[in-house]
């Protein structure tokens, strides 16, 4: 959907969660017994907890085990504040409580930084494991003098102190909406999906992923001060090693980086037992509701919650296209169906003459090895400015090698990267990127509950305005911006790479066969799309391909690779008429003739 759209969007949700909040202030202090306020507290309590999973294990997929020892620091300052008798008061002390979580945060989130997945979990559950034999070893501030933690004067009572938790909860939903809303944010949601990808985009991973473990980290702190604060003492007990991995499997379940998941997850992780007890109902009930849960969760391949809001939009869309002229998801405009100039509200970088000046991107002497394996030896490469080039060559050439080593994905290489004149080999890939050397791969992995528009805002480094994004889409023959790309072809996410590529404006655009899983027709037209790229955008491109009439159609030089090595580079036409070139594609070397 459009910005205006998004905004309007956001202004319903947000009137919608407050009205919630509102509702339960008012309703549920003043209708439930003393003993059923008591437990929502717990359960709003708890959804805060889970706010800290949503970030880390919902936004950014990192398996973090360890949240409730994140909210035990949290408790433990606001407590020992509390017996220090520290001015500023619970308010004060609860923010305090969250940010003496971040440091700890931080420091759990370096070993994410080189491992991943399950040895992740493992470093995280280990962490969780150590802050439960301390707990157990050492008693919380005021256990010993029996010093309760006093709540602030307006919500003393448990009526008041619950609309108190309803209020932070809802102010950090609301933190966290906005943060999602920005680049960092919706980096979070490619960086889950493939790591490669948001660097190649632009995104520090590694500052990407130690923010979202240090704003994870506050979230648990302030919900360990609440916590403190409903119980007036707490015990090592509240904040087991085995809580923290419950909840992290409601949470893999629910979808608490959503807020009605957040509350979702607050009720069944805190008080679904008490519930069932008290309704007369056998406690094997939240089993089984864990059960489907979980089948669901396995079948979709998402949270419950992801699942709903995904079919929401999904249908949104599809009403968009029965209601609008569009085009079609897959497929490119005939040639002479091109847009005409840009807009003048969207000015083109500037795009020098191919000839003359320092060249966009130059590789000289690059030599890759792989233990005894030469997958590249002493390859060079110039690719002018405003010019498309391309780089050809049989299957295990080396092609995508030398776009790896290039743009940093492959280190120790041997050689040299300058881009625009600059050395850019001691730079990492998000580096490369920012500079102005972006790339797409292969295999696209994005986020599918992006838009079209979200993504290339990621691809952008910046807001993108809906003209500009319109014009890109509309170039490169992609479907409606607002369309998610949950809704969108295999060919057409292929283009949408293509143009988040372009978006940035870089310098140089590497783009490893753009055309797959296109018809003979589609890839020509394309391959006169990236013919226009440099005049149009100020973009010099580098094109890996097969579609020798892509090639054709596109490219003004051509570099042939056969085995690592280069065997031929120059004009198109020359170069595929190179009997050598021939061989090495086809093989025709010791055919006979005639």
């Known amino acids: 959907m459009s910005l205006t759209e998004r905004l309007a969007t956001d202004r319903r949700a947000l009137v919608t969660g407050l009205g919630a909040a509102?509702?339960?202030?008012?309703?549920?202090?003043?209708?439930?017994?003393p003993y059923w306020v008591y437990l929502a507290i717990t359960a709003v309590v708890s959804a805060v907890i889970m706010q800290s999973y949503g970030v880390i294990v919902g936004r950014v997929g990192v398996m973090s085990l360890c949240q409730m020892s994140f909210a035990s620091i949290g408790a433990w300052v606001v407590l020992r504040l509390n017996v220090a008798q520290a001015p500023g008061g619970f308010l004060v002390w609860l923010v305090l409580g969250g940010l003496a979580a971040v440091p700890v945060g931080v420091a759990i989130g370096l070993p994410a930084l080189r491992i991943r997945g399950v040895n992740l979990a493992v470093v995280t559950f280990g962490f969780a494991v150590s802050a439960d034999i301390v707990l157990n070893a050492n008693q919380f501030p005021g256990m010993s003098e029996l010093k309760t933690l006093e709540r602030p004067a307006l919500f003393e009572d448990d009526g008041g102190y619950f609309v108190l938790v309803v209020i932070v909860f809802t102010v950090l939903a609301l933190g966290l909406a906005l943060l999602n809303r920005t680049r960092l944010g919706m980096s979070w949601a490619e960086l889950r999906h493939s790591e490669r990808a948001?660097?190649?985009?632009?995104?520090?991973?590694?500052?990407?992923?130690?923010?979202?473990?240090?704003?994870?980290?506050?979230?648990?702190?302030?919900?360990?001060?609440?916590?403190?604060?409903?119980?007036?003492?707490?015990?090592?007990g509240n904040f087991a090693m085995m809580q923290s991995l419950a909840l992290f499997a409601v949470a893999v379940l629910i979808g608490p980086h959503n807020p009605e998941g957040a509350v979702m997850g607050g009720v069944f992780g805190a008080v679904m037992a008490t519930v069932l007890e008290k309704l007369d109902l056998p406690q094997d009930l939240g089993g089984m509701l864990f059960g489907v849960g979980a089948v669901l969760a396995l079948r979709s391949g998402v949270s419950q919650t992801d699942f709903t809001r995904a079919r929401k939009r999904e249908r949104a869309a599809r009403r968009f296209l029965e209601t609008h002229e569009a085009r079609p998801a897959a497929g490119l405009p005939a040639a002479e169906d091109l847009p005409g100039p840009p807009a003048a509200s969207a000015p083109v970088a500037s795009a020098p003459a191919a000839a003359g000046g320092e060249p966009a991107l130059t590789v000289r002497g690059l030599t890759v090895r792989y233990g005894s394996v030469t997958a590249l030896e002493g390859v060079d490469l110039t690719v002018p400015r405003g010019a498309v080039v391309g780089l050809i060559g049989p299957n295990g050439a080396g092609k995508s090698t030398f776009i790896a080593a290039v743009t940093g994905f492959v280190g120790g290489y041997e050689g040299s990267v300058a881009l625009v004149g600059s050395p850019i080999d001691r730079?990492?890939?998000?580096a490369r990127a920012t500079r102005g050397l972006r790339r797409t791969f292969q295999t696209t992995t994005i986020a599918p509950e992006l838009t079209q528009y979200e993504y290339l805002t990621i691809g952008a480094g910046r807001r993108l305005s809906t003209e500009e994004a319109d014009e890109l889409l509309a170039f490169f023959g992609c479907p409606p911006g607002r369309l998610p790309v949950s809704m969108v072809d295999a060919g057409a996410r292929r283009l949408l790479d293509v143009a988040a590529a372009v978006a940035a404006r870089p310098a140089v655009a590497l783009l490893d066969e753009p055309a797959a899983g296109q018809s003979a027709a589609e890839s020509l037209a394309l391959g006169r799309r990236l013919a226009q790229v440099p005049a149009?955008?100020?973009?010099?491109?580098?094109?890996?391909?097969?579609?020798?009439?892509?090639?054709?159609?596109?490219c003004s030089e051509v570099t042939v690779l056969d085995f690592g090595h280069v065997i031929a580079t120059g004009p198109t036409g020359e170069v595929l008429a190179d009997p050598t070139v021939m061989a090495a594609y086809l093989g025709t070397a010791d055919l006979p003739v005639g």
């Open 427 to 430: 730079l990492s890939p998000s």
């Open 22 to 33: 509102v509702a339960a202030c008012v309703l549920v202090p003043a209708l439930l017994p």
């Open 198 to 236: 948001a660097a190649a985009h632009g995104v520090s991973v590694a500052r990407a992923k130690l923010a979202a473990f240090a704003i994870s980290a506050f979230v648990a702190g302030v919900g360990g001060g609440l916590m403190a604060g409903q119980f007036g003492l707490v015990v090592p």
């Open 536 to 554: 149009r955008f100020g973009v010099s491109v580098l094109l890996v391909e097969h579609d020798m009439d892509l090639v054709q159609a596109a």
